[in-house]
């Protein structure tokens, strides 16, 4: 199946830590780059962290420094650890995944899948 998997998330108090997972275990899913989105009520998503297939990460302004993108053992999935968490860090993080198809349906054709979306909240 072409679908993203996602884990973790939940409560946790400022100056801690928690960790995502995000993965496309589906055997006819090629991820070319895979990482988190965020969205915060009332304000617009926002870049958080990705990896792509050269193993090269990006980082968000507000995340960088703090967050930490790296694989995971499993096939197509990423962790994303979330140290030192402030009250900002709180929303949505939606996973997502730009890829390609090898599902002989439909070989070589590009992907954009989307997490069905974590809450993380920050408590002061």
């Known amino acids: 199946q072409e679908e993203l998997v996602e884990s973790g998330g939940g409560l946790v108090q400022a100056g801690g830590s928690l960790t995502l997972s995000c993965g496309a275990p589906?055997?006819?899913?090629?991820?070319?780059?895979i990482g988190w989105y965020r969205q915060a009520p009332g304000k617009e998503r926002e870049f958080v962290a990705s990896l792509d297939g050269s193993r090269e990460t990006q980082y968000g302004d507000s995340v960088n420094g703090r967050f930490t993108i790296s694989k995971a053992s499993a096939r197509n999935t990423v962790v994303l650890e979330m140290n030192r968490m402030k009250g900002e860090d709180t929303a949505v993080y939606l996973c997502?995944?730009?890829?390609?198809?090898?599902?002989?349906?439909?070989?070589?054709?590009?992907?954009?899948?989307w997490g069905q979306g974590t809450q993380v909240t920050v408590s002061s």
């Open positions: 589906g055997r006819t899913v090629n991820v070319n780059r």
């Open positions: 997502f995944a730009y890829g390609w198809s090898a599902n002989l349906s439909h070989y070589g054709r590009a992907l954009e899948l």
